[in-house]
T-cell receptor, first 112, second 116 residues
Framework: GQQLNQSPQSMFIQEGEDVSMNCTSS?????WLWYKQDPGEGPVLLIALYKAGELTSNGRLTAQFGITRKDSFLNISASIPSDVGIYFC????????????FGEGTQLTVNP | GAVVSQHPSRVICKSGTSVKIECRSLDFQATTMFWYRQFPKQSLMLMAT?????????EQGVEKDKFLINHASLTLSTLTVTSAHPEDSSFYIC????????????FGSGTRLTVV
């Protein structure tokens, strides 16, 4: 089952607002990944994090690998309507080889 | 960037028949391929992990005789849903993994299976 707690489950925001979501776990992770999934499509990688404390940006997106290696957050600044979708965190646990563990997802709705 | 092609994107089949889903890494060699199942408004659930040339490792509760996985090359893996039933209807997604950081985990676009 899922071992990543992702929050919030859903967000309804106005265009232009900033968004923040996070994932936490009791397990240690070697890698944190953030994906976006549009309806009927596979997840698309947004940001990959490989080191504790790492802060990485991709345009309006910023993500950080927590110092404890048990959490990560994703921020989206100045949201636009095309940011709508489901955002998933995924982690590669220290004890699970190359298998990924996924969070439950955050459904983002952006009102124009 | 890394591209994974998954086919078909949608398939409707009759109950009792088998369906094969293909997953190809187009511009890199994948050491491992993963198969996921996703129900509406839920996260991805890992079904199995396969390495080229070896038997797939199935997650607990996934029937290996029901979901046959073949990983014949470093660029191709297939999932066959055998004797499909309506409860097998779901969204199936593959992911190809390369240890090279430039590729990492790349997902296919998914297959919507409907069993009638």
């Amino acid at each position: 089952g899922q071992q990543l707690n992702q929050s919030p489950q859903s967000m309804f925001i106005q265009e232009g607002e900033d968004v923040s979501m996070n994932c936490t776990s009791s397990s240690i992770f070697n890698t944190w990944l953030w994906y976006k999934q549009d309806p009927g499509e596979g997840p698309v990688l947004l940001i990959a994090l490989y080191k504790a404390g790492e802060l990485t940006s991709n345009g309006r997106l910023t993500a950080q690998f927590g110092i404890t290696r048990k959490d990560s957050f994703l921020n989206i600044s100045a949201s636009i309507p095309s940011d709508v979708g489901i955002y998933f965190c995924a982690g590669q646990r220290e004890t699970s080889g190359s298998r990924l563990t996924f969070g439950e997802g955050t459904q983002l709705t952006v009102n124009p | 960037g890394a591209v994974v092609s998954q086919h078909p994107s949608r398939v409707i089949c009759k109950s009792g028949t088998s369906v094969k889903i293909e997953c190809r890494s187009l511009d890199f060699q994948a050491t491992t391929m993963f198969w996921y199942r996703q129900f509406p408004k839920q996260s991805l659930m890992l079904m199995a992990t396969s390495n080229e040339g070896s038997k797939a490792t199935y997650e607990q509760g996934v029937e290996k005789d029901k979901f046959l996985i073949n990983h014949a090359s470093l660029t191709l893996s297939t999932l066959t849903v055998t004797s499909a039933h309506p409860e097998d209807s779901s969204f199936y997604i593959c992911s190809a993994y390369s240890s090279l950081a430039a590729y990492g985990y790349t997902f296919g676009s998914g297959t919507r299976l409907t069993v009638v």
